[in-house]
């Protein structure tokens, strides 16, 4: 059974909020995978579209994001097409299912899942399953078949747990939902999980100061650090633009109808988001 582009806004919108939903009405996504480097690959799909990266070492393998429970098999088989290695680690970027939701099942394979410490404190609010053993602040190294894999938490942003991962060696970033490739600016900012649109330009400012060329957005093609950058840019015209309308003591409707109309948000992410936003930018 397909899912509608409503229903599958709707269930994003709800895990945002920690809500669970029963996932198991919708069948496990068709995935692909590409490889970014001789050792980094990206595997996708085109269901709520999310990527997973996976570093291949000759040690065993690490990944970032397992999107949701029910495309945990046809992850574990995409891995298996590039190498016999085993998953070793499993680094999710934020909380939100659709990154995090497969880490009960890999957990099982003896896999480490590894998060901030706010991603945690979310998972545990939302009483998600496959909680991560391994947490972080700031800065953190993995360090797996000579190679180094380096997670950073610079801030709030799509939510307050966000996290980015760069493999310096391959000259990658995958940046989770702190950067997504196709959408102008950002449309899920999710204050229920620790979200702010006033600090996500200041969160990527810190991100772009690292050295990569290469972007793996949490959802979209893989990508440039310029188009990233670009995004940056996205996220301060938002910023201004509401507190310009809040300024000019402008409704919520009619500061809903300059986001519908402007930034494209759906009317999803206008229920998610816009409340918080307003209150941000007073």
């Known amino acids: 059974m397909k899912m509608t582009v409503l229903a599958r806004l709707s269930l994003v919108v709800l895990m945002s909020a920690g809500l669970w939903v029963a996932y198991a009405y919708a069948q496990a996504a068709k995935l692909s995978t590409i490889k970014v480097k001789d050792d980094l690959y990206v595997i996708h799909n085109d269901f709520v579209p999310g990527n997973t990266t996976a570093l291949v070492t000759n040690e065993g393998v690490v990944l970032v994001d397992d999107k949701f429970e029910v495309d945990h098999d046809g992850i574990v088989a995409e891995v298996k097409k590039f ?41 545990v609010d939302g009483k998600q399953p496959g909680l991560p053993t391994m947490v972080f602040d700031h800065h953190a190294h993995v360090y797996l078949g000579g190679k180094n894999v380096e997670l950073y938490h610079f801030g709030r942003s799509h939510t307050n747990g966000d996290v980015v991962v760069l493999f310096p060696q391959q000259r990658t970033l995958a940046a989770g939902d702190m950067f997504t490739f196709g959408d102008a600016t950002p449309q899920l900012i999710d204050y229920a999980g620790g979200g702010s649109a006033k600090e996500w330009t200041s969160t990527l400012d810190s991100v772009l100061q690292l050295d990569f060329d290469s972007v793996v957005p949490g959802h979209g093609v893989v990508t440039t650090k310029q188009e990233m950058r670009k995004f940056r840019d996205s996220t301060l015209k938002l910023r201004n633009r509401i507190h310009e309308l809040v300024v000019q003591k402008k409704s ?15 009317d999803l992410h206008v229920m998610v988001s816009l409340d918080g936003a307003i209150a941000e930018m007073q």
């Not at 934020?94 to 998060?115: K, Y």
């Not at 919520?252 to 759906?266: L, P, Y």
């Open 83 to 123: 190498t016999n290695q085993p998953i070793k680690y499993v680094i999710n970027t934020h909380h939100h299912a659709d990154h995090s939701g497969g880490n009960a099942r890999l957990q099982m394979m003896n896999v480490q899942a590894i998060a901030s410490e706010q991603a945690r404190e979310n998972m």
């Open 252 to 266: 919520r409707d009619e500061i809903g109808k300059v986001m519908r109309s402007e930034f494209h948000w759906a």
